[in-house]
């Protein structure tokens, strides 16, 4: 694992130049049903109200949303499939050629070892835009991919305390979720702490803070 993360972590850190360093992934399955929010619960009431969660018994539609997050800039795109596979996910890839501006002398794409990533129709899309290069994460290091965090953003703005009834509903809020995102974005910066998450203190065991 070293050798590529250390790979991975220098094109987060010191892209060549006139290259764009971008991050591939399918989330999913999503499911047209009922989603968590995140509504505030009084504690200070007697007695004390507890979360409540809407029933829902089945799930209505399903498919997956493919992504492209650019980290230096933290503009995404996302698209939409019925199914993961490899004819969907090189229709992804040309989407995506298209995204990145012509002026991408270098495009560095970062994804999981999945196999419809790896087909024959993959190696004729990069035969055919030479300016691709494939960046394949080893197993279990899924935090090499920043669009895993981003995922968790979009799932926040686009499903959390919302109820679907198909999947061209969960497209549409997928859609205006990225589009939202793309408004407010900010860049992904590698090794970066995030601000409201203080840094841990040394030690295994240590003794409770004095009131």
């Known amino acids: 694992m070293g050798p590529y993360k250390g ?30 929010g995140r509504a505030l619960v009084q504690t200070r009431t007697r007695p004390a109200e507890r979360a409540k969660q809407e029933i829902d018994y089945g799930r209505r539609a399903k ?14 795109f996302t698209h939409p499939y019925p199914g993961r596979g490899g004819a969907h996910w090189v229709d992804f890839l040309e989407h995506v050629e298209t995204w990145i501006p012509s002026t991408t002398e270098r495009i560095y794409a970062i994804m999981d070892n999945l196999s419809s990533h790896r087909t024959t ?21 899924a935090y090499l991919n920043l669009i895993e965090p981003w995922w ?25 979720s990225t589009i939202y995102w793309n408004a407010h ?15 841990r203190s040394p030690g295994i065991a240590l003794l409770p803070r004095a009131a």
């Open 63 to 76: 498919g997956y949303v493919f992504g492209a997050f650019c980290p230096a800039t933290g503009e995404a």
């Open 185 to 199: 974005r900010h860049p992904f910066v590698w090794g970066q702490r995030r601000r409201h998450r203080p840094r």
């Open 7 to 36: 790979a991975i972590e220098t094109l987060y850190t010191k892209p060549p130049a006139g290259s764009c360093v971008i991050c591939l992934d399918e989330m999913g399955p999503v499911s047209a049903k009922s989603y968590a």
């Open 152 to 176: 968790k953003i979009l799932r926040s703005l686009a499903l959390a305390g919302r109820r679907f009834e198909s999947w061209d509903e969960i497209s549409d809020a997928i859609h205006r």
């Open 121 to 141: 129709d993959v190696l004729l899309f990069l035969l055919a835009h030479p300016r691709w290069e494939m960046v394949f994460q080893p197993k279990y290091a």
